[in-house]
């Protein structure tokens, strides 16, 4: 008595895993560095590659790293970016996480310094000057104005 060839026929099913979910979008050592982490979703089956974008309205970057963090430097200040990480295992490509982060994010300028102000009686008019915060504690590039306001110290 023969076996049959359909008695060892089997049929393995596997699942694509669910999307990594990012846990960190941060500045790093600089504001042109974001760091990317993030944790495994559930389900993954073998070996897993991990593809990382960044894409603003100008540019996309994509790595792919078997780490669960990426490092992206040399990027453009002041941008937004969608941070997207998708894991791929033996089961294929699994569905995208996205998250928004940026550089430098629009972070408020200090405080200038140096304050100065004088009053022409000749004329009516005052002059103020000021330092402008130092480019390391803020960034001063994209300082669009300043606001300045006149107190009278002889009104209640």
């Not at 990317?36 to 974008?53: E, L, P, R």
């Not at 669960?68 to 200040?77: A, D, E, I, R, V």
């Not at 937004?80 to 791929?88: D, G, H, Y």
């Not at 994010?105 to 100065?116: C, G, K, N, V």
Request: aromatic residues 8%; proline residues 6%; negative net charge.
């Amino acid at each position: 008595a023969g076996v049959a060839s359909s008695d060892f026929n089997s049929t393995a099913s596997l699942t694509v895993a669910e999307p990594p979910i990012i846990s960190e979008i941060s500045l790093r050592g600089g504001r042109d560095y974001l760091n990317v982490s993030w944790t495994s979703g559930d389900g993954m089956c073998g070996t897993v590659n991990y593809f990382v974008s960044l894409s603003s309205s100008t540019a996309t970057m994509t790595n792919s790293t078997a780490a669960k963090s990426y490092n992206f430097t040399g990027l453009p200040l002041h941008t937004i970016f969608n941070v997207t990480v998708l894991a791929s295992d033996m089961a294929g490509d699994g569905t995208p996480r996205s998250e928004v982060g940026g550089t430098d994010a629009l972070q408020r300028p200090d405080t200038p310094t140096m304050i100065m102000a004088s009053y022409d009686i000749s004329t009516n008019v005052i002059t103020v000057m000021w330092q402008a915060p130092s480019p390391t504690a803020s960034c001063t590039a994209n300082i669009t104005n300043y606001t300045i306001t006149v107190m009278d110290q002889n009104s209640p």
